[in-house]
């Protein structure tokens, strides 16, 4: 019938929404709510490219996946060019094991990148963090082929900065602050489509690090006297 | 067993190192062919004091001859091609080959400028014979396409007079080669003009007659020099030679013969260098991440650049495609003399290795990795967090050599902390509101580093979670981040 297609789809020049979306591996984030709009979680192996203010839970929001990683495999988990010291006792707390954790302070930019480029085709590194505030697209191909190479996830985190294009990676997040957690917005998704922002809560996981929202069903008393006949 | 030395001696490095000439392998009654030759220019190498030192094979067709002056020489053929004599040129040249015979012999000594010496006798049980070695040696020099002359030797200085005096005999016959050296004229030896002279005048002119003459007479009218020299000769005497040990590093610098203006024409000549490199990697079963080039161009500033592999490369082949892709971007200001190559870290090759449950993989170890970043980025970029027990926010965690934690059980476990911490407490300048707190920390006055704080858990107006500390004159300082 459609025997155009058929030949195209056997030349493997024609690829359908559907075919693409299972073939990704996922892990789980940690947090159902982000695992539900992901389908699955993050990807096991790639770039993802996020985009968020420091210090609103990015960390929080994406560490609890490598931990589960960590405890999966002896690989390492790099973090490369973050912006202050990162603090082992909090490290050990969310369950890392310290001896599989490397940290590089790179001197530029450029360094950073080449560094981020050797820990993902190692092979050894199961995660590489990347702090870098411009990355372009050759580059993010770069890494993107490289982590496929050493069966690694890169996260390169930015600072809020509008990019008019897109890069190739498998997934891209823009973080905002949330009281009850942090807001989310998928602009890119390998075999997937963009979404709503969302929130993720944190309640659970972080008490102590977020805010119980007013309920919008408790309304206050109205001030005035009630007529007493 | 007697010692037996050889000796090569080259009489045209410089001229040799120039990638244009291919001078074939000394062969003495060489009739040229006038048609071959018309496709080379003539070309002498010019020394200041001795005029031309080096020449090739089409000038040497024109009629010029070694010493003959440049006005003589420029007068016999209008087209000739001359080049200062660079004593450096020669050094690298004598180098080079002494590194490709390192790996077949292993005592080279630099003997002289244009000449190495080999020990040969103790290599004769490995290679089955003096001639056995000789056929290996050949081939180790024939791509080089270097002129040279040899000879052997009972000692050093023998087999460098007969190489000298282009004997071009391998033997391991005491009488042969000491035939061979009592026919040798004065004129060869390292024996002063004066000296020469001086045994001339008394009907002294070749070895033979020299020898003959007592050490005892001798040392009546000369002085200690020449009886060293003639018992070195003789081997009466013990003579200590410095054997050469190659350097562990590549470098190599050859002198273009034309200026090179286009870029796409540097790929030549450093493709000549570029496959030293590979036999140098190759025969180390090493790879290099990083070419250093340097180009050195004419009343101009040198050009400097860096062409790098991620994977470690050894092959010319891949190396120029690399340079090349370098070399298009590149905007040369003046016409390329020269070139240099540095290749300073190597490392060994380690062969891909497979899990066969996991497919294919990355190759390198954990180990590895890190004495990769190391050579880059310097010592002192890679850490690992460690924890340390201390109250003190600043000195429980810390960082140390990458991947030398040594985990210990924490004592105190802390409650919530910061992802990030400051390198130094900041004052707080900004308006934030408390969520939790505070956490009391006082402690430290036993080590003269007091530490009174109360700790809160912050928002800032951009919604970012921060850990902010009082002190107790009521100064607010911010800490930590809670990424």
Redesign the interface.
Known sequence: MNSTIDQLKNKRLLWQASQVSGAHKTLSSGFDSLDAYLEGGLPEQGVVDISS????????LLLPSFVLRQQNSQK?LVFIG????????????MGF???????????NAK?AL??T???L?????DGVFLWHQGLEVHQAKRLQFAAE???ALSVVLRQQQPISFSLPVALALEL????EGIKVTVTKRKGGSHSQPFTVNMAQAWP??T?QPKSSNIVPLPRFHSLTG | MQPLWLYLHFPNLQLDSYHTLGPSRARPNEQLEPAQDGLETPVVILDMQHGIVQLNQAARFAGIKPYMSLGTAAALHGGLQVVPFNPEIEKQQLSMIAHRLYMVVCDICFFSEQGLLLRVDNMLRLYGGLLQLWNIIQTQLAPLNVEFSFATGSSPLAAKLLALKKWDHITDDPKLMKQALKQVDLTFTELSQKDITKLNSVGVSTVEQLFAIPFSDLHKRFDTQVITYLGQLRGDFKHPVDFFHPAQRFEQYIELLYEIERSDLLLQPLHKVLSNLENFLLLRDELTQELGITLYQRDKENIEFVVGA?QGEYRAKDWLGLLALKLDNLILNAPIVALQLNVKNTFVRSPDKHDLF?GK??????L???S??QA??GD????????VNDYR?ER????CC??T?N?QN?IY??P????????EPSLLTQHVSI??GPERISTGWWDHHPVVRDYF?A??E?????WVFKTPDNKWFLQ????
């Open positions: 203010p420091i210090g609103i839970g990015e960390l929080r390492l973050a912006p202050a010291r990162l603090n082992a006792p909090m490290l050990v707390k094991e310290l001896s599989r954790i490397l940290i590089i302070e790179p001197k360094e080449w560094s480029e050797q820990c085709k190692s092979g050894c590194c190479t050493g069966e905002a602050p949330c009281p102590s690090l805010r | 991620q996991l993989q990355g190759a390198i170890s954990r590895q990795l890190i990769l970043l880059k980025l002192d970029a890679l850490f690992s967090p460690m924890t926010p429980a965690s810390q960082y990458a991947l934690v985990e924490p476990r802390p919530l902390r910061p992802s990030f911490l400051l390198p969520v939790h858990i928002t800032s951009q919604g970012q979670w921060i930590g981040i809670f990424s």
